[in-house]
C-alpha cells in the first residue's frame, strides 16, 4: 500500500494544494492520505482544509490545535498569539467541521504503523526533537514504525535491532529511504502548512509499506496567498510574517 503522509497542514490551503499538484507533476501514486493531526490552527481556512481532505481516502487523526479548536485544552497552555488564533478557529469552524474534528483519535494502529500526532507514549502534545526523547519513547508502542507530526520538522530516528542504540537521520528531499526490517522507526514527514526547520517550503512524505520505503518531499507553495488571508482576518504580525522563514 502507497500511503501520502501529511502533517500539520494548520488550515494553510495554499499549501494543502500546493502539495497535492506536487503528488500529480511527480507521478507520485497513493492509495490513501494518512494525516497525522493538526489540520487547523494557526492558519486562514480551517473549513477548506477540512473539505480538501474529505475528498480524499484519508486517516485523519487529532493533533493539539485542533484539540484547542474543541475547547479540550486550555488554552493559558498556549502562546497568546496561539491562543487568540484557537479562539478564531473556533469560531470560524463550522458545526458539521467540529463534529468531524471531534471525532478524529490522537493515535490510531496500522497493521505494523503506529500513527500518533505527538509521540507514541504522549499522542497529544510531547516533541520527539531529540535521541533521548526518542529513547524513552520506542518502548511506549508495539509496532515496528511509528510516525508522528507536531513539531513540523522532518526526522527519522532509528532504533538497531540489536544494541536498542537510537540515532537521529535525515532524508534527502525526493531519495526514497530503505526501511530495515532488522531496526525499529520513529518517522517525521515535517509540516505542511507551518514548517518549522528554516525551510519554508511545505513538506511531506510518502510511504511505501509493502517495499518499505520512505520517501521526504518539499514544495514551494504561494505563501503571500495565505498571509493575505490571514492579514485580511487580522491575524498576529509574528505569525504571518514567520511563513517566509519557515520559523
Known amino acids: 500500500m502507497r500511503c501520502l503522509i501529511l502533517s500539520d497542514i494548520h488550515a494553510n490551503l495554499a499549501a494543502f494544494e500546493a502539495v497535492l499538484a506536487d503528488v500529480a507533476v511527480r507521478g507520485l501514486q497513493y492509495d490513501i492520505v494518512w494525516c497525522l493531526g493538526d489540520l487547523v490552527g494557526y492558519g486562514p481556512d480551517p473549513n477548506e482544509g477540512i473539505a480538501l481532505l474529505q475528498t480524499l481516502p ?34 470560524a469552524l463550522t458545526p458539521q467541521n467540529l463534529r468531524f474534528l471531534m471525532a478524529r483519535p490522537s493515535s490510531l494502529g496500522q497493521e505494523d504503523f503506529l500513527l500518533a500526532h505527538a509521540s507514541p507514549r504522549e499522542p497529544i502534545w510531547e516533541y520527539v526533537l531529540d535521541v533521548m ?14 510516525l508522528v507530526g507536531h513539531t513540523h520538522m522532518p526526522a ?11 540515532r537521529l537521520s535525515y532524508a534527502t528531499p525526493g531519495a ?11 518517522l517525521n514527514p515535517g509540516s505542511v502548512g507551518q514548517p518549522r526547520d528554516g525551510d519554508p517550503r511545505a513538506a ?3 510511504l511505501d509499506t509493502s517495499a518499505l520505503t520512505w520517501t521526504n518531499h518539499r514544495v514551494e507553495y504561494p505563501i503571500r496567498v495565505t498571509q ?6 487580522r491575524f498576529p504580525t509574528r505569525m504571518i510574517e514567520r511563513l517566509d522563514y519557515g520559523r
Open 156 to 166: 527519522i530516528f532509528v532504533e538497531d535491532g540489536k544494541t536498542h542504540a537510537v
Open 58 to 91: 484519508h486517516v485523519c487523526l487529532s493533533g493539539n490545535h485542533d484539540w484547542a479548536a474543541l475547547g479540550r485544552i486550555d488554552l493559558r497552555t498556549f502562546n497568546p498569539d496561539a491562543a487568540a488564533l484557537a479562539e478564531w478557529t473556533r469560531e
Open 228 to 233: 493575505d488571508k490571514m492579514r485580511a482576518n
Open 133 to 146: 526523547v526518542a529513547e524513552e519513547n520506542f518502548p511506549c508502542f508495539t509496532q515496528r514504525y511509528c
Open 204 to 206: 511531506y512524505a510518502v
Open 176 to 186: 526514497p529511504l530503505t526501511l530495515r526490517r532488522d531496526a525499529r522507526y520513529i
